[in-house]
């Protein structure tokens, strides 16, 4: 099939972008109200876009309580969700009014953070302490702003649980972290391998070699 998202016309109950654009990894996000309350939320238009200096994002559609904290306070931490908190991960989404506090709410141990006040989910096996940077608010094709508000933040410290450390590396799968599908459906990372990327040449090589182009 094809559709036009103009239209959207794809004849399906739900929209499938979702779960083209998937799995998607949850930034679950900690901030502060001025006053020092806790606020958590997951977010899974989430990822990192920088290595170095290392830089994530989240975006916000509409412009919630998240939003507003970082930009007040200035600071944020991603918290690594995880199968064994995926509940606790799904009832910090509630819409809970600004000043309660979700990690309590959840059942969920905060962990002082070393760099920035928001503190971190002290079972997340991973943080990342961040330090806001700027807010990208979207434009459509025309140019008019829209209510999607991309937060950008730079990594200043990483917490990471040490179990979870084996042979010098960081043991992604042994994390089981949760990602978000289309619908209400998720992945978990249970499994991983390995793929060498190539130098030019090792790809060109047998091109050469044949005189011209691989074929397949
Ligand atoms: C797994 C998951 C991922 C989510 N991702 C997003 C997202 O990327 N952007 C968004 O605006 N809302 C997202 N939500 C909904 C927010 O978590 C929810 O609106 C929450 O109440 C926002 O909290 P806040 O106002 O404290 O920031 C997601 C919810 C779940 C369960």
């Keep these: 099939m094809f559709y036009a998202t103009s239209a959207n016309d794809h004849g399906l109950p739900y929209d499938p972008l979702k779960a083209i654009v998937a799995p998607r990894p949850i930034g679950w996000i900690t901030s502060l109200t001025a006053r020092g309350e806790i606020n958590l939320a997951p977010y899974s238009y989430f990822n990192a876009v920088s290595t170095r200096p290392p830089i994530v994002c989240f975006s916000s559609e509409g412009r919630k309580d998240s939003v ?32 309660i506090d979700e ?6 141990r905060p962990a002082s953070s070393r760099l920035v006040k928001p503190p971190r989910v002290a079972d997340a096996p991973c943080a990342l302490e961040c330090k806001w940077l700027q807010t990208l608010t979207l434009r459509d094709l025309d140019g008019q702003p829209l209510d999607r508000h991309v937060v950008f933040g730079q990594v200043v410290g990483v917490h990471i649980d040490d179990r979870f450390i084996a042979n010098g590396r960081l043991d992604t799968a042994a994390m089981k972290p949760i990602a978000r599908c289309g619908y209400d459906q998720y992945a978990v990372v249970a499994e991983v391998f390995s793929m060498t990327r190539p130098e030019v040449a090792e790809v060109a090589a047998p091109r050469v070699a044949a005189g011209g182009r691989r074929s397949g």
């Design 103 to 108: 990690m309590r709410e959840a059942g969920l």
């Design 68 to 99: 507003a904290l970082v930009e007040e306070t200035r600071e944020f931490v991603c918290n690594i969700a995880t199968w064994d908190l995926r509940d606790a991960m799904n009832l910090t989404s509630a819409p809970f009014p600004r000043g």
